[in-house]
């Protein structure tokens, strides 16, 4: 299967689970909020069973597709990644998940503004780590 086809089919699972968590349980599936409600102790909330969900899911497309996947990244430079997208999550009212995906389709100007902020600062990322870094990527 063509990787284009496995991301239109992981993009149309994606939207349905995002419809369905606003249509049957009312709230948004943006996944900083989901966390935030983990983190608070909130066990019993269905955001618990989205989360697992959302984690459990590469392991079981890893055992149908077996990707190739290499990091090549040192792990502590993952984790201060992460840490960071943690922190500009949290300064930005959401992450991009949310913005983009859940924002976006509600209409929210600040989640357009928000998507827009991160594709260009991801379009200007890769356009210094291509062409103005020595080596490049």
Not at 14 to 23: C, E, K, N, R, T
Not at 37 to 51: D, E, I, K, N, T
Request: aromatic share 10%.
């Amino acid at each position: 299967m063509h990787d284009y086809l496995y991301a239109l089919i992981g993009g149309v699972l994606l939207g349905i689970a995002v419809v369905g968590y606003l249509y049957i349980l009312g709230r948004i599936a943006g996944i900083s909020g989901l966390i935030s409600q983990v983190l608070q102790g909130q066990m019993q909330s269905p955001a618990v069973w989205f989360l697992l969900g959302l984690f459990i899911t590469p392991f079981f497309y890893a055992q149908i597709v077996q990707p190739d996947i290499e990091l090549s990244s040192h792990p502590i430079l993952l984790i201060i990644a992460g840490l960071l997208v943690g922190f500009g999550t949290r300064i930005g009212s959401g992450c991009t998940s949310g913005h983009g995906i859940c924002g976006m389709s509600r209409l929210s100007i600040r989640s357009i503004v928000a998507t827009c902020t991160f594709m260009t600062a991801g379009f200007i990322t890769v356009y210094v780590m291509r062409h103005l870094m020595q080596g490049g990527v």
